[in-house]
């Protein structure tokens, strides 16, 4: 049984973790599903967004200790890197949104604790209920967040915030998660907010928004003059792509584009 859904509609994939009689709690298997899902999807080439949010009355509460503890083989199985990939399991279930060359979106509401902080992170952009509920919650564990979470923390706040966060598992709103950078913007129904940045996404160029989230990704902590170098690189390969010819007519002419494919 899977617990994360998929459907597609227009190019916009809803993912849903599909768990919510347990607030969808992270298992080992509903980590395995996030990690095949978004895999599945980045050989998509239609694909123009994907909207991740949870069924029930919460984005996810985290980890669920008490049902993975009870597999402690698998757990010590899903802790070792994969080293042509560079992550484990519970950090691959976070950085494979990232992998993807769409824009995700994600809408969270009701509790987004722990690990559900970090797969938020993960997304490109969060839309947040101004009453959800935010914590680093690992703090509480005695652990640090390690599912990609230092990393996607640091690309939003500063080190000291960060730190205060993860050290203290202090409980946010999700309008104090956007006064500290955590949320991109706040909805008082996210999802609905979420497909609406989706739809407005999906009328660009697909080749743009790939690279536009490849580079920013690539170079966030690089210097000057590596950036400026894939800067040039990606504008060189857009500049030869149909989809940057669609764009440009378009533009001139104000009608909707017609866009083929991502290339590959």
């Not at 617990?3 to 919510?20: E, M, N």
């Not at 902080?117 to 101004?130: E, T």
């Not at 202090?170 to 998660?177: I, P, T």
């Not at 991109?184 to 989230?213: G, H």
Request: proline letters at 5%; hydrophobic letters at 45%; a positive charge.
């Amino acid at each position: 049984m899977t617990h994360v859904t998929c459907t597609i509609r227009d190019g916009i994939a809803h993912v849903r973790l599909d768990r919510p009689a347990k607030l969808n709690a992270l298992t080992l298997d509903v980590l395995d599903d996030l990690v095949r899902t978004a895999r599945a999807l980045r050989r998509d080439r239609t694909l123009r967004a994907v909207v991740l949010s949870g069924e029930g009355d919460a984005f996810c509460a985290g980890l669920d200790f008490a049902h993975v503890m009870k597999q402690p083989a698998r757990v010590v199985t899903a802790f070792v890197p994969r080293p042509w990939r560079g992550t484990n399991t519970f950090q691959e279930a976070c950085w494979a949104w990232r992998r993807l060359p769409v824009p995700v979106i994600a809408a969270v509401h009701g509790h987004c604790l722990g690990g559900g902080v970090q797969l938020a992170l993960a997304a490109d952009f969060r839309i947040a209920s101004p009453d959800s509920t935010w914590s680093v919650l690992e703090a509480k564990w005695g652990i640090i967040p390690d599912m990609t979470g230092v990393r996607t923390l640091s690309e939003v706040v500063g080190i000291d915030v960060a730190k205060r966060l993860t050290m203290t598992g202090r409980s946010l709103s999700g309008k104090e998660a956007a006064e500290l950078g955590l949320v991109t913007e706040l909805d008082a129904d996210p999802v609905v907010a979420a497909e609406r940045l989706a739809r407005e996404l999906a009328q660009r160029s697909p080749d743009q928004l790939a690279a536009a989230k490849r580079i920013f990704d690539a170079t966030w902590f690089a210097g000057s003059r590596r950036t400026f170098a894939r800067e040039r690189i990606e504008q060189a390969i857009l500049l030869a792509t149909r989809n940057t010819a669609v764009a440009r007519e378009a533009a001139f002419a104000k009608v909707a584009p017609q866009f083929g494919p991502r290339r590959r």
